[in-house]
């Protein structure tokens, strides 16, 4: 559905060229929710821009449902973009207007005659839980509910595709989650594909099916949650479950960090191995969440010493191990 190939960005700044995007290759699946994760300044902004050509890549090309958007002419694009939804960080809705109005702009830009906007916006407005907040203006609405304004007026276009620019960052942790769930609801029902970016690992948890974790402009790693999980030394695996530094273990032990995904999560796993080995098993720090529509997590786990062939049996058991060491 999204694909960009050697996506380049750049910016000049008086300390010199800032690469803001460099070199980039992005495939979004048709109905998958993909998250782009990094840290301030890593590039996810201008990226996420550069999808909808909001800001027009220095370098390399861009395809949204078959059609390659670097290609068009200015009046040919403002058509495909009603195809792109963008919800922003920030609500970006105009305060003179109602709940029903800010959605109704929308409609107003695309040239809907009046009639069809009035029951589309209802229509958009019940979609998003605020069927009857339609009169409240801004300023009346909390925070979440004005992203669900937001949310209603970037689906006016019926379009295929969803951008999401720090949806959650400004919410509290209920609401975020509230809005979280709407996201996750509208790309089942309305088989959106939704692009997010975000610097908070918890989104890329409730939500997402794919990430890339991006610095410096870059991708360092991207894929499926999944297949990240299950493969060893992940640096998105370990920031999605963060162990923190080594403590607890003792001169006679050896740690092990152990990643565990799908069916395998839901079994008792630790029990099972530690009766099977005869072995005392320790459980320093951890947990299993949902994650990606599976269950998933990490422990750090401590084992007798003398027990050098335990990491190699608990790969054999289907886990994935690190070895820790101070």
């Keep these: 559905m999204i694909q960009l190939a050697g996506l380049r960005k750049t910016y000049h700044a008086r300390g010199g060229p800032v690469h803001a995007v460099d070199g980039v290759d992005l495939a979004v699946r048709d109905g998958e929710v993909y998250g782009v994760v990094g840290r301030s300044g890593a590039g996810k902004s201008t990226l996420l821009r550069c999808v909808n050509l909001l800001e027009r890549p220095d370098a390399g090309t861009i395809t949204v449902g078959g059609?390659?958007?670097?290609?068009?002419?200015?009046?040919?694009?403002?058509?495909?973009?009603?195809?792109?939804?963008?919800?922003?960080?920030?609500?970006?809705?105009?305060?003179?207007?109602?709940?029903?109005?800010?959605?109704?702009?929308?409609?107003?830009?695309?040239?809907?005659p009046r009639r069809e906007r009035r029951a589309r916006v209802a229509e958009l407005l019940d979609l998003v839980g605020l069927g009857d907040r339609g009169g409240a203006y801004p300023a009346e609405l909390s925070g979440g509910?004005?992203?669900?304004?937001?949310?209603a007026r970037a689906l006016?276009?019926?379009p295929k595709v969803l951008l999401s620019d720090e949806a959650t960052s400004a919410l509290d942790p209920e609401t975020t989650g509230s809005i979280l769930q709407l996201l996750r609801d509208l790309n089942r029902r309305?088989?959106?594909?939704i692009l997010l970016i975000t610097h908070?690992?918890?989104?890329?948890?409730?939500?997402?099916?794919?990430?890339?974790?991006?610095?410096?402009?870059?991708?360092?790693?991207?894929g499926t949650v999944a297949g990240l999980l299950a493969t060893p030394e992940s640096?998105?695996?370990?920031?999605?479950?963060?162990?923190?530094?080594?403590?607890?273990?003792?001169?006679?032990e050896q740690v092990l960090?152990?990643?565990?995904?799908?069916?395998?999560?839901?079994?008792?796993?630790?029990?099972?191995?530690?009766?099977?080995?005869?072995?005392?098993?320790?459980?320093?720090?951890?947990?299993?969440?949902?994650?990606?529509?599976?269950?998933?997590?990490?422990?750090?786990?401590?084992?007798?010493?003398?027990?050098?062939?335990?990491?190699?049996?608990?790969?054999?058991?289907?886990?994935?191990?690190?070895?820790?060491?101070?």
């Design 257 to 326: 960090d152990v990643t565990v995904a799908g069916p395998l999560a839901d079994t008792a796993f630790l029990t099972d191995f530690a009766r099977a080995h005869d072995l005392p098993v320790r459980i320093v720090g951890g947990a299993i969440e949902p994650l990606a529509g599976t269950r998933a997590g990490r422990f750090r786990l401590a084992l007798p010493a003398t027990a050098t062939s335990a990491p190699a049996r608990l790969r054999d058991a289907g886990l994935i191990v690190d070895e820790v060491t101070a």
């Design 190 to 193: 309305l088989g959106l594909t």
């Design 235 to 252: 640096a998105l695996a370990r920031e999605l479950f963060p162990l923190g530094p080594l403590t607890g273990g003792t001169a006679e």
């Design 67 to 112: 059609v390659t958007l670097t290609d068009l002419s200015e009046a040919r694009l403002r058509t495909a973009r009603q195809g792109i939804g963008m919800v922003h960080q920030h609500f970006a809705l105009l305060r003179s207007r109602t709940a029903a109005g800010n959605v109704e702009f929308a409609l107003e830009v695309m040239g809907v």
């Design 200 to 222: 908070e690992m918890d989104v890329v948890k409730r939500l997402c099916d794919s990430v890339a974790l991006m610095r410096d402009g870059r991708f360092t790693e991207q």
């Design 156 to 158: 006016a276009g019926r």
């Design 145 to 151: 509910q004005q992203q669900r304004v937001g949310i």
